[in-house]
């Protein structure tokens, strides 16, 4: 069965720190894979996707970067963290492959990202 | 622009009730409408989804009732248990056919379950 992971669980930055978020699926072979964040009260937003390796999408402009070195690991970064950049971050996979039609998103259990 | 407009935000509901969480989309080519449970410190996960081409679609005690002229579609959960207690997203998406396609989600309801 496949599973994905995300690390650390928490995580506490000073304003202009790096970041490097990791997220990691096992048990399947070229998923898409899904950056979103959640802020308090609001719906979750897509932040990057991948349908490959080197290949990313970005849904929204950011002080945030996204990388796939590896066919199922999909890395989160900024070298300059803002204020605005506290939430709680997902990752996804589903499905990779054209014309497979609608395929369902499975998440991981989140990092809390919190910025002083 | 929220494209995706869920309601209501919050919501009580005794056991046995019926909580139903409604959301109204405005983008005419999203074609897959899928429902999220999330439970506090989890990621979320995908309890049903329905497409634009059926008007209901039933899962155990989750039913999705679709309204394409209305752009709108909703989430019922019968026998209501304090353990459905959770957040629940609507979200969108549109085919793009080359297999990666972002969700667009509501904003969530948080329900509560009462014994």
């Known amino acids: 069965s496949q599973t994905i992971h995300q690390w650390p669980a928490t995580l506490v930055q000073p304003v202009g720190s790096p970041l490097s978020l990791e997220c990691t699926v096992e048990g399947t072979s070229n998923p898409n894979l899904y950056w979103y964040r959640q802020a308090a009260g609001r719906g979750l937003q897509l932040l990057f996707y991948s349908v490959g390796i080197g290949q990313i999408s970005s849904e929204v402009p950011q002080n945030l970067s996204a990388s796939r070195p590896q066919d199922r690991q999909f890395i989160l970064s900024s070298k300059k963290l803002l204020l605005s950049d506290s939430g709680f971050y997902l990752c996804a996979w589903s499905e990779g492959g054209a014309n497979l039609g609608h395929q369902p998103q499975h998440f991981g259990d989140g990092t809390r990202l919190s910025i002083l | 622009q929220q494209q995706v407009k869920q309601s209501p935000q919050s919501l009580i509901v005794q056991k046995g009730g019926i909580p139903i969480i409604n959301c109204a989309y405005e983008?005419?080519?999203?074609?897959?409408f899928p429902w999220y449970q999330q439970f506090p410190g989890k990621g979320p996960a995908l309890l049903i989804a329905?497409?634009?081409?059926?008007s209901e679609k039933k899962e155990g005690r989750f039913t999705i009732s679709f309204n394409k002229s209305a752009k709108q579609f909703s989430l019922h959960i019968m026998d209501s248990q304090p353990g459905d207690s959770a957040t629940y997203f609507c979200?969108?998406?549109?085919?793009?056919?080359?297999?990666?396609?972002?969700?667009?989600f509501g904003k969530g309801t948080h329900l509560i379950i009462q014994p």
């Open positions: 983008n005419t080519a999203f074609d897959y």
């Open positions: 329905i497409r634009p081409d059926v």
């Open positions: 979200a969108a998406s549109t085919y793009s056919g080359g297999g990666a396609d972002g969700l667009t």
